[in-house]
């Protein structure tokens, strides 16, 4: 059998029920298939693979707080520090039901290929908790930051691992958590990332995942002949990755037609009111129903259903495995040209096969959606120098990290001849920094 073959069958054995973790470790291996036989046998002797797959260290912590009512309620709480090869652990912290083991282990693993393909110095590492903020009062949710933090707090720290946001986890929650840890340990320092601005966080970094994935989407497509003005896009989710990638596409001159929660989704051919969205659910946290207020002519449809709009291009930006083969079939029928993830792992195995089959540009999310984690550490770098950029520093700096980016994935694919394989480029080139620098680190 095959080294990566055995692998994938022990990951298999060794994580029962954690389908999430099986399906990112799959893909990572069987993309980096063609740079692991050229090596074999140093890897196999160095079990480079099985160090790769394994954490380095997995945290598991009860979090009690109190409801408004006097009720105790306890959420289970996880930081996965899962390769530091190449810096300090980074990664968000997901706040959400379905959040468990398996799915801190499937953001963790990819966080390793994505940080490393940003080209600054982070390593991977992912948390969170099977907590639900949504319907919670602000003081409920501050009772849990402040417990998960309580203990988080003993195994963080600005050079060892910066936790940011991901779903359920947004300004709001990073305040409350930064302030408990800033109680607990007595330092004012760059512990977590997405930071208010008024204390050590970085302008742009709100916005940075979403314009990230437009950046790199446009330079994808310009390099194929295509510009985005005038093109249709749509959108799913309406959360932070969402609402900044309908924003930029704007701004792009394409425009963004739908947007989604998961109670339904919205249908606005005029385009996306992006300031009615960010109304709906920054500030006033409210479902989608609400839309249609501010939009009378746009339609509001419950359930899932925006693959089946026809689209140039598609940008799934909510959860893991949101979008099938019925609607890869449903987005080529309609004649997509490109797919670029801006949630983690969106588009199911099945379904990315399908499309790349029928010529679609296919962007893995650890690719299209690494300006976020990029910027955290352009924040990282701002909090350690006692700095402030402009938003146009960062955001010029964002998109030179983006359009490189795609170069050096499509310059992967290329090398190994899989040309316009941009989920084997990406793995490829994201796998060869870890690599490298654990081997320089020895048996570790
Ligand atoms: P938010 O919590 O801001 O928004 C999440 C959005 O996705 C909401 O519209 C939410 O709807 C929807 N959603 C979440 N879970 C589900 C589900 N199980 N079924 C259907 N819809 C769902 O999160 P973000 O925008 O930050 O994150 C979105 C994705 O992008 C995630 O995959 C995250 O890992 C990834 N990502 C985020 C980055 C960041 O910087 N924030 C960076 C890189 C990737 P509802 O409100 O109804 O739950
Ligand atoms: O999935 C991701 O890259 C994030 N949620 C952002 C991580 C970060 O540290 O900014």
Known sequence: MSYVDKVIEDVVKQNPNEPEFHQAVREVL?????????NEA??????LLERLVNPERQIKFRVPWIDDNGQVHVNTGYRVQFNSAIGPYKGGLRLHPSVNIGIIKFLGFEQIFKNSLTGLPIGGGKGGSDFDPKGKSDREVMA?????MSELCKYIGANIDVPAGDIGTGAREIGYMYGQYKKLSGLFEGVLTGKGLSYGGSLARTEATGYGLLYLAEEMMKCHGYEMKGKTVTVSGSGNVAIYAIEKTEQMGAIAVTCSDSDGWVYDPDGIDVEALKAIKEQRRERLTEYKKYRPKSEYFAGKGVWSVRTDIALPCATQNELDLEDAKALVEGGVIAVCEGANMPVTAEAIRFLQKSGVYFVPGKAANAG???????????????LAWSFDKVDTKLKEIMVKLYHNIDDAAVRYGFD?????GANIAGFEKVVDAMNAQGIV
């Open 372 to 386: 976020g984690v990029a910027t955290s550490a352009l924040e990282m770098s701002q909090d350690s120098g006692r």
């Open 30 to 38: 069987e993309s980096i298939r063609v740079v692991v036989d050229q």
């Open 42 to 47: 140093q890897f196999r002797r160095d079990a």
């Open 420 to 424: 316009g394989n941009y989920v084997v």
């Open 144 to 148: 849990f930051c402040q417990s998960f």
